[in-house]
């Protein structure tokens, strides 16, 4: 578990893949940002480059003492000094603005702040790899600190000027989450969605379709520090997991194991491994391993330092095509 597999079918050890991923970074922030580099190899008084980011949103910093949480509206300290120092949604409004819905999106987060308030929403921009489009889903959790009033009606009332949620649970259910993914089409008011709801007890999460709830996944949630043989477990006895541990080292990258939780899922048409708390370099390798746009990539590139206070969350959907496995979806998450 020790090595990546190059697509010749030979080994790549972390150390190089790391050499290659800095590369690849350094290359791409050059040739966005212009600099030293260039006029080294073109000579001459070449204008630099201004970077531009893809959002045209003014940033959001982070207030004295405010609180930080991970994707189960769990409190964290901040891994560093972070006062006036970047909000993980500015994140967020990138990605939007890369999906042509910057307005919409702002605006959705606009109206569920003003409805539940700041620091309770977790939200999640979701990579499609095969249809290279991105959709961002919003979860809500039954926390201490979250507005009392909260349910899937309220929050249809909420964003009725903005998004349809064509949801309604029709008997008591015992939910501790549930969640809202919009595409770029049902943010411009194109199209209805709807609601997920999780259950903390079994695991599991159903979509609620109308009045109607349907199995969707199943988690399991596991200490990377402490269950380490659980989840290469876990991992081995998902169906879509390859036979080979070479190609299983592919869907856990030692890169990815210095993380708080490892949470390990099955879905209707894939599986999935999610992993808590990890840092913004981790992000950096996940973005590029991954294959996001190469404008977010350089978004996060050159706001390193102003990112380095946070803790993000990642997970990606696999699924087995004969004897390869692909990746159907990456995701990371922040708060707003």
């Known amino acids: 578990m020790t090595a990546q597999a190059r697509p010749d079918g030979g080994a790549v050890e972390p150390a190089e893949l790391e050499r290659e991923l800095a590369s690849a970074r350094e290359l791409r922030r050059d040739r966005l940002l212009g600099g030293e580099r260039r ?60 999906a042509g819905v910057e307005t919409e999106g702002a605006r959705l987060v606009e109206l569920v702040r ?11 921009v979701k990579w499609h790899a095969l249809e290279r489009r991105m959709s961002v889903e919003l979860y809500f959790y039954r926390r201490q600190h979250q507005a009392e009033n909260l349910s899937i009606e309220m929050l249809a009332t909420t964003l009725k000027p903005v998004v349809e949620l064509r949801s309604e ?4 259910v015992a939910w501790h989450m549930f969640s809202v993914e919009f595409r770029p089409d049902q943010l411009r008011g194109e199209s209805p969605t709807a609601a997920r709801i999780y259950l903390q007890g079994s695991g599991t999460s159903y979509a609620v379709e109308g009045d109607e709830l349907v199995l969707e996944n199943f988690y399991t949630f596991h200490d990377s520090k402490k269950h380490i043989e659980i989840i290469l477990q876990r ?23 210095r993380s708080h939780h490892i949470c390990v899922a099955h879905k209707r048409k894939a599986d ?13 390798f996940f973005l590029e391993r991954f294959d996001w746009p190469e404008e977010l990539r350089a978004w996060v590139d050159v706001n390193l330092v102003r990112l380095a206070h946070l803790y993000w969350d990642l997970g990606f959907d696999f699924r087995r095509v004969h004897d390869d496995v692909e990746t159907v979806k990456s995701g990371f998450y922040g708060t707003f």
């Open 114 to 124: 003003a409805g539940l308030g700041p620091h309770r929403t977790v939200w999640g």
């Open 272 to 284: 999935a491994i999610y992993f808590s708390r990890v840092d913004t370099s981790q992000l950096q």
């Open 235 to 257: 991992v081995q006895e998902c169906v879509h997991a390859p036979s080979r541990d070479e190609e299983l080292a592919k869907l856990i990258p030692p890169q990815l194991f």
């Open 169 to 172: 649970l029709g008997r008591p």
């Open 39 to 98: 006029l080294r190899v073109y000579g001459g008084e070449a204008p630099k480059k201004a970077f531009v980011p893809p959002s045209s949103l003014p940033e959001e910093l982070v207030e004295p003492g405010e609180p930080l949480h991970d994707y189960a509206l769990l409190p964290y300290e901040p891994l560093g000094p972070s006062a006036g120092q970047l909000r993980s949604v500015n994140a967020l409004y990138q990605c939007l603005a890369l």
